[in-house]
């Protein structure tokens, strides 16, 4: 069974960075682009970016709205994947989803985590 | 970046009912279009994939059509499961972008 879950999500204060985890069982993770989505209280669904499998180059792509502030890298050996969050801003408040899949299509999602930021 | 844009924002139903979707894309986007369905408090699951396909284990009632801009999800016969909101999502390039979603309520 395919098993993704996000942990290190929580209160964090303006400026401040976090470091979010996605853990993955039961696919062939080091086969599979790891992409990393945001989803703001009441509102709909944000791609943050992927990092790609090495064998497409094993590089990162992001989102306008979160590049130079955020980092996507993975770990093949643990099979797990990891989003970077710096200089936080109030507006980054949100439930962040890891995800798998092919290319753009997301087949398999872990079930979210919280990250709030505030003073 | 490829805009997406749903319609309806919301719609009241009831079961046994028929419902159909609309996504449209900014640019010709081929059949390069996923659709997503979300619960509150949930994460999203894939529904169709590239406009027409279904994903394993989704029931067969879940339909997905068009091609270009122009593109359609039809539940029918609804069941009380299928209450949720749904995205469409484009997977033609960097990037992904979704619709604002369709939330689907109780009448």
């Known amino acids: 069974e395919v098993q993704l879950v996000e942990s290190g999500g929580g209160l964090v204060q303006p400026g401040r960075s976090l470091r979010l985890s996605c853990i993955t069982s039961?696919?062939?993770?080091?086969?599979?682009?790891m992409s990393w989505f945001r989803q703001a209280p009441g509102k709909g669904l944000e791609w943050i970016g992927f990092f790609r499998s090495k064998a497409y180059g094993g590089t990162a792509e992001y989102a306008a709205s979160v590049k130079g502030r955020f980092t996507i890298s993975r770990d093949d050996s643990k099979s797990i994947a990891y989003l970077e969050m710096n200089s936080l801003k109030t507006e980054d408040t949100a439930v962040y989803f890891c995800?798998?899949?092919?290319?753009?299509?997301?087949?398999?999602w872990g079930p979210g985590t919280l990250v709030t930021v505030s003073s | 970046d490829i805009e997406m844009t749903q319609s309806p924002s919301s719609l009241s139903t009831s079961v046994g009912d028929r419902v159909t979707i609309t996504c449209r894309s900014s640019q010709n986007i081929n059949t390069y279009l996923n659709w997503y369905q979300q619960k509150p408090g949930k994460a999203p699951k894939l529904l169709i994939y590239v406009a027409s396909n279904l994903q394993s284990g989704v029931p067969s009632r879940f339909s997905g059509g068009g091609s270009g801009t122009d593109f359609t999800l039809t539940i029918s016969n609804l069941q009380a499961e299928d209450f949720a909101t749904y995205y469409c999502q484009q997977c033609y390039s960097t990037p992904p972008t979704f619709g604002g979603g369709t939330k689907v309520d109780i009448k």
């Open positions: 039961g696919f062939t993770f080091s086969d599979h682009p």
């Open positions: 995800a798998s899949g092919t290319f753009l299509t997301f087949d398999y």
